[in-house]
């Protein structure tokens, strides 16, 4: 049993559906109205401003009829339907979350005890099949990272893998760029050093938000790699110490890379980046490109710095860490904003051969969405 009820001057209405009550006000029904007149009924995409809205929008008439709201705008003499299925869908009297460091229900934090669960797939299961490929990209979304094993031992196959859901980010180090011992390295990546934990190019500003490392060889010992869901540490330094998280989260880090003739990339950015809701929104921590910091007050400095080297031990920490091998036609995909890649060392017997390159995650969250449209929620 649904009914609806106005206040008395229309601007709200209070819709009950089986005992729950929620309210929507007039001013949002409108601007949302489903119509075709509101939204083009090709792309849904709005055909009215805000300003084709009359400043004193009222509802004159509300009722449930065939599980549906039917509600009458006025000065408009406009009637519009909302489905109830819409508008509990698109409720917003509910609590909202708003501790600092939350994360959404579809996002599950990780330490060493997911060794053993990776997520992972098969090159071509997810190559010929929607629901392989919608599993694998949710496990990314939900893990910050998925591997994906046994694909072509080809150079440049690494973009069939982000051809799968977005499209390659060109960077000053090319389309995609080759990760091995090189002569005179522009980054420290192409040496065989062992590389700390970090998220890639904290000194580009929006940053990628998705890293492909793909394996052509891997003779060489050594080289494992390893993943630390910074989500993870983030909020495990939060529970130790709220003023240091705080601090990390309050002023800017600086990032730099002028590592090659053509490049002087730099950033202003917090290394935990929270949402004006609180919510957990990015993590940059890098070592090798972190530039003098000059947006901290002098008297929280210190403070700052020892939050940063805690932050660094809980990264470090074997409890945070996965890790694996890749083995040539093996790559794994990294949500760059959360999770942070790390290299062990190797020598010069054997050879290391990898490719990498940047995508973005709006292109795997639509390709999710639109596989979870199709499909059903798997
Ligand atoms: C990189 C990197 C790790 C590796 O290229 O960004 O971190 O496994 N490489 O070589
Ligand atoms: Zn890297």
């Not at 990209?137 to 910050?144: C, N, S, T, W």
């Not at 730099?266 to 290394?271: D, F, G, I, L, Y």
Request: net charge negative; proline share 5%.
């Amino acid at each position: 049993m649904s009914c609806a009820s106005l206040s008395s001057d229309g601007l709200v209405v209070s819709l009950t559906i089986a005992n729950n009550t929620t309210r929507f006000h007039a001013i949002w029904l409108r601007d949302n109205a489903l119509d075709d007149a509101t939204k083009s009924s090709t792309n849904g995409q709005r055909l009215i401003a805000l300003r084709d809205i009359d400043v004193s929008t009222y509802m004159s008439h509300a009722q449930v009829l065939a599980e549906a709201l039917h509600v009458t705008f006025m000065p408009e003499q406009k009637t519009v339907a909302f489905p109830l299925a819409w508008l509990a869908a698109h409720a917003y009297d509910t609590p909202q979350a708003s501790t600092k460091g939350w994360h959404p229900a579809n996002q599950s934090l990780w330490d060493n005890n997911l060794m053993g669960h990776l997520p992972v797939a098969d090159f071509d299961a997810v190559s010929s099949s929607p629901q392989a490929l919608q599993a694998w990209l949710a496990g990314i979304a939900r893990f910050g990272f998925a591997k994906l094993n046994g694909g072509p031992i080809k150079a440049g196959a690494l973009t069939q893998v982000v051809d799968l859901f977005g499209h390659v980010r060109d960077t000053n180090y090319g389309r995609i760029f080759e990760v091995r011992v090189e002569e005179k390295p522009t980054n420290l990546a192409f040496t065989g050093l062992a590389l700390q934990a970090h998220t890639d190019n904290p000194y580009r500003d929006p940053v990628p938000t998705m890293q492909v490392l793909y394996c052509l060889e891997s003779s060489a010992p050594g080289g494992d790699n390893v993943l630390v869901d910074g989500f993870n540490a983030a909020r495990q330094l939060q529970q130790e110490n709220p003023h240091g998280f705080d601090l990390l989260s309050r002023y800017c880090a600086r990032f730099e890379y002028a590592g090659e003739a053509d490049a002087c990339l730099q950033s202003k950015r917090p290394m935990i980046e929270l949402a004006p809701d609180g919510q957990l929104q990015g993590i940059r921590f890098n070592n090798r490109s972190a530039a003098p910091f000059t947006d901290i007050p002098f008297e929280h400095m210190a403070d700052y710095y020892a939050a940063y080297r805690r932050l660094g031990e809980i990264i470090d920490h074997p409890n945070s860490e996965v890790g694996f091998r890749l083995n040539p036609g093996d790559c794994f995909v990294i949500d760059n904003t959360r999770v942070l890649h790390a290299r062990k060392a190797f020598s010069g017997a054997g050879t290391r051969w990898l490719q990498g390159c940047y995508t973005d995650m709006d292109g795997l969250r639509s390709r999710l969405a639109v596989l979870n449209n199709v499909l059903g929620e798997g």
